[in-house]
Each structure stands twice: as structure tokens, then as C-alpha cells.
């Protein structure tokens, strides 16, 4: 009998489950895929080993080797025993029979990805002649970026002068990035908080640097900032020679979004990169989930892979994100978001519903808020949209007339077109696109409207009722994709078309019931305490005494 039978072999996106059982003893097994040719190991991080022998791998394809893809090579699904003998895994009949057919299953035995002619990745299972060991055919390939300067020059004479201009702009400041963090010593203390989408300190980030200040470490650490409004715009070549400089000689960087500049460096080992991402949960599909679809990143690419630390609200946006990245899971902490220690602060409660009604008088006088924040359109900032013909300010003005409620709406940040509120209907809208947090515009919200944005998360926090305006649902899964089905993530209900927004409106039905689930998935902490959980990991708690 064979000690290790494979049962389930699959592909889910770029991740192959393997499901099986182990017949002997489960304590101080390891699993790990060996080359056939050259004996190399790659131990297998996430797995799950039951007492009755059940076991489960999720091995992510683009990240599997040093955080690179699985190179080409046969390799063999392989456990080591706590003797140090090596097991071989070995298919069931039924697998057997798929495999050796060469035919599609349920199970989706082989993953194909072919992006050019010179950048492909292609995973076939197969078995061994000889004793029908199972193993993972593997052919990767990417056109290498070259090193050769004068090479490189010669190459970019082909393409067009505005990206050869980034091309050496890019040569340039990983230059000076080199001689910066060469010849300025590190002191163990400087603090950098970065963002390529914020003009100012805000969001995670701020939460971080006054929770820092309040519990006294700013006698300890000196601290730097550098921000631009979005990412389209252009830092100064004096601020860019300045952020290079910040970026090569600071110990600790903080960051809350894509950032490009940030991956173009080889930083020094002790330098903490903290990725306080934005956005909570595992909705849309991001980065290496998309690879089949336009706008995807490529193979090798060293966007994400620099970061150290990456603090998420749970388990479950571990896997979602270390995916997405193409990272180690091990770099996520599933410790909680900074920013949404506000849900759980009466006084900041208080204080931003006070703000909000004097810089929004309309709805002191309405009896119910209804915040509509809907997601961008298109594949990233540079061309994102959103068609503004589905707002018809006529229909739902009525509405909101008639119940004597007023709509805030919150367009992204990457949607710069400006909304064209008819006068008649002026006193019914608010258009609050150009106030930064959304977070705050919950407290004073008694419905949210929303199609596919992460914004969901924080109002579940409040326990509020939201509806799902999804008029472009099918379109945007074909697009941008979902985590898991769309219908098994949103915690409410879900209207295609404007009668059935309005309908859902007036009857109340929200769906709210699917909301403490929501919550309980999606966060492992509901405490207000996650901004002192993120120093603590990044710095130590010795300063809680101060």
C-alpha cells in the first residue's frame, strides 16, 4: 500500500491544491516538491495534516521558489518522515486515469498560461514510467531584463522617446538609491511614511505615526514623509533626488498602496518595509490572481516583493493577498487594519459626525443618509472610469424627496470626472468625492450603496445595512474576477437595475441577517486595538509603559 495517495489535484487561479492521505505517522512529516533532475527541494508552506492522515497543500505557483514562479523541471510531490526517509505520492485509480488520458477534469489537472511567444508558464501532471510517482511538468520562461548598459541603450533606441525618458530616469535613481544607502550609515531610528495616492499623512498610516507619538516614541525615532496626490502626478527631480535619499538611509518605510517607485531597490536586510494596505479583505481579484486577464503583471516582476511585513484582518486575507503579491504567506499578520480602530472610538465617533454635519448641513434636516460608493472602472489608475449615465439623478432625487433623505455620493479617487448634479436635484445630493476617508462618511450613513468596493468591510464593522447596485455584474466578472462568487461574499442584498435599488429602498430589505458572518470571516479582532498590534510587531511593546 502506498503511504501517500493523491486524491485531488487542482488549479484555482495560480495555487494547486492537492488533497490526499498519509498512512502513517502524522507527527513530523514535511511535505516539499523535489526536482527530478537536479535533487533540489522547495518545502511546502501551507498544508494541513489532519490526526486521521486527511491532508491538504496549497502551493502557489508564482511564489513557490524564493517568492519567484516554480522554474521548469519535473518535480515530485515528496514528504520527508521525522527518520529523514523520503515518501514519493501516488495518484487513485480515478486520478490515474485522468491523467494518463490527458483530459480535463473537474479538478483541472494542468495550467496553461501562455503570454507571449517568450513569456509562458505551463504546469501538466504527470506520472513516472517506472513506478507512477506522480510529478508536476513545469515549462517557465521570460525574456530576461538585460544588464549590460551599453545593451540596454542600444534597446531602448527602439522604443519611443517618453519611455525611453522613464527608462533612464528609472537607470538614474537606482543609482542614486546605491550610492545613498552605500555611503550613509544607518542609525536604527529614522521613520519613512510614503504614499504615491495621498497628499498628505492619512489613513493607516496616520493612525500609526499618532499612536506612535502618543505613546512617547518620538524621543526615540526620527521621523520622514513624503507623499504625492495620486499616482499620476510627478514628484519635482529635487523631491525625487530627496525621496530616493529617504528611501536608501531610512530603518523603518510605511506605505498604504502600489507605489512604484519602492520596488526598483535592493534594500539592506534590517530595513522593515510595511505595507499598510488600504483596502480590507479578499474581494477583487488583485495582481497574480488576474494573470489571465488584461492589465495582469508580469511573471518576473519585482512589484510587492520587497515588503517585510504586511498587516491584514484575517486568515482569510492572508491567502487572498499573499496570492495576489506572489509573496510568502509568511509575511502577512493577520493582526488587524490601523484605521479601523475608529469604528470602536466614541469620541472620534462624536467628533467626525459633528465635522460631517457642519460641512454637510443637508442632512441635519434629512431623516435618512444614504451613501453611494461605488468602485472605478478600467484596469488601474491611468485609465480608471466609472459611467456615470447609470446615476439618474431624476428617479432616485424623486426618491429621496419623497422620503425626505439625502444621497452622499463618494466617487474613487481614481475617477476624476466630476459629477453633473441637475439644480433641481442639488439639495437631494451631496457629492463628497473629494473627501479623502470614506471611513468617516459611515458614521453619518444609515444605507450604503455600493457594487464591488472594499468599503463593505468597514461598514460591516458598524453593523449598518448595505445594498449591492451591481448593474454590470457579469461584465465585471469576466474583467476584474471576484475572490470567491460574488453572491457568497456580499453581506446583503444584491439589485441589477435601478426599480430594484429603489424597491429594496422603500421595502427595507437589505438581506442584514448575512452581516455577523461577514464580520466573524473577515476580521479576527473586533477590539479597536490594531494600530497598537501593528507597532508592537514592527517595534517591540516595550514603549507601552511610557
Known amino acids: 500500500m502506498k503511504e501517500i495517495l493523491l486524491k485531488y489535484i487542482g488549479f484555482c487561479r495560480t495555487v494547486l491544491k492537492i488533497e490526499g492521505e498519509y498512512s502513517g505517522e502524522t507527527d513530523r512529516i514535511q511535505f516539499y516538491l523535489k526536482n527530478r533532475s537536479s535533487d533540489k527541494k522547495i518545502p511546502v508552506k501551507e498544508y494541513k ?230 483596502a480590507c479583505g479578499a474581494f477583487k481579484t488583485l495582481g497574480f490572481e488576474r494573470l489571465e486577464q488584461k492589465g495582469a503583471p508580469p511573471f518576473n516582476t519585482k512589484v510587492h516583493k520587497c515588503y517585510t511585513h504586511i498587516p491584514v484582518s484575517s486568515e482569510h486575507s492572508v491567502r487572498h493577498h499573499a496570492e495576489a503579491f506572489a509573496i510568502d504567506a509568511d509575511k502577512f499578520y493577520p493582526i488587524g487594519i490601523p484605521r479601523t480602530d475608529i469604528f470602536f472610538d466614541d469620541s472620534y465617533r462624536k467628533k467626525v459626525t459633528e465635522k460631517l454635519r457642519d460641512l454637510f448641513p443637508q442632512i441635519k434636516q434629512s431623516r435618512k443618509v444614504l451613501l453611494y460608493a461605488p468602485t472605478f472602472r478600467g484596469e488601474n489608475a491611468r485609465n480608471a472610469y466609472f459611467p456615470m449615465q447609470v446615476l439618474h439623478f431624476r428617479v432616485i432625487g424623486e426618491y429621496l424627496k419623497e422620503n425626505n433623505a439625502v444621497m452622499i455620493i463618494k466617487m474613487h479617487p481614481f475617477v476624476r470626472e466630476k459629477l453633473d448634479i441637475p439644480e433641481r436635484y442639488r439639495e437631494c445630493f451631496i457629492d463628497a468625492s473629494d473627501y479623502r476617508e470614506v471611513n468617516d462618511l459611515l458614521f453619518i450613513t444609515d444605507v450604503l ?68 458572518g461577514f464580520v466573524d470571516k473577515n476580521f479576527k479582532y473586533t477590539d479597536g486595538k490594531s494600530t497598537d498590534r501593528v507597532i508592537d510587531l514592527i517595534f517591540g511593546d516595550r514603549y507601552h509603559d511610557r
Open 49 to 278: 495534516l489532519e490526526e486521521h492522515g486527511q491532508f491538504i497543500l496549497r502551493i502557489p505557483m508564482m511564489a513557490v521558489d524564493q517568492e519567484s514562479p516554480l522554474k521548469t523541471g519535473d518535480w515530485l510531490i515528496m514528504a520527508e518522515k521525522k527518520d529523514g526517509s523520503e515518501l514519493p505520492a501516488y495518484v487513485t485509480d480515478e486520478l490515474y486515469d485522468t491523467i494518463q488520458q490527458y483530459t480535463e477534469s473537474e479538478a483541472s489537472l494542468n495550467y496553461i498560461l501562455d503570454r507571449t511567444d517568450t513569456d509562458y508558464f505551463r504546469a501538466f501532471s504527470r506520472l513516472q514510467k517506472n513506478d507512477f510517482a506522480y510529478y508536476l511538468h513545469v515549462e517557465y520562461h521570460v525574456r530576461e531584463r538585460e544588464h549590460n548598459i551599453f545593451r540596454i541603450w542600444i534597446e531602448n533606441l527602439k522604443i519611443r522617446h517618453r519611455e525611453r525618458i522613464h527608462f533612464i530616469r528609472v537607470l538614474l535613481f537606482e543609482s542614486f538609491f546605491k550610492i545613498f544607502n552605500r555611503i550613509i550609515p544607518k542609525t536604527g531610528n529614522k521613520v519613512l511614511f510614503t504614499s504615491s495616492s495621498r497628499k498628505t499623512l492619512s489613513g493607516n498610516e496616520e493612525f500609526v505615526y499618532n499612536r506612535m507619538i502618543e505613546r512617547g516614541m518620538g524621543e526615540d525615532f526620527r521621523f520622514r514623509f513624503n507623499f504625492k496626490e495620486n499616482i499620476k502626478s510627478h514628484r519635482s527631480f529635487k523631491d525625487k533626488v530627496l525621496f530616493t535619499y529617504y528611501l536608501a538611509t531610512s530603518d523603518y518605510i510605511f506605505l498604504d498602496d502600489y507605489q512604484p517607485e519602492i520596488y526598483h531597490n535592493v534594500y539592506d536586510p534590517a530595513v522593515k518595509i510595511v505595507q499598510l494596505w488600504h
Open 449 to 516: 450603496i455600493t457594487d464591488y468596493s472594499s468599503v463593505i468591510y468597514e461598514m460591516s464593522l458598524l453593523h449598518k445595512p448595505m445594498l449591492f447596485y451591481a448593474f454590470d455584474l457579469k461584465q465585471y466578472e469576466a474583467e476584474r474576477g471576484f475572490y470567491e462568487p460574488y453572491k457568497d461574499i456580499v453581506p446583503g442584498k444584491i439589485v441589477k437595475t435601478l426599480p430594484a435599488l429603489i424597491e429594496a429602498l422603500k421595502q427595507e430589505d437589505f438581506e442584514k441577517e448575512k452581516l455577523q
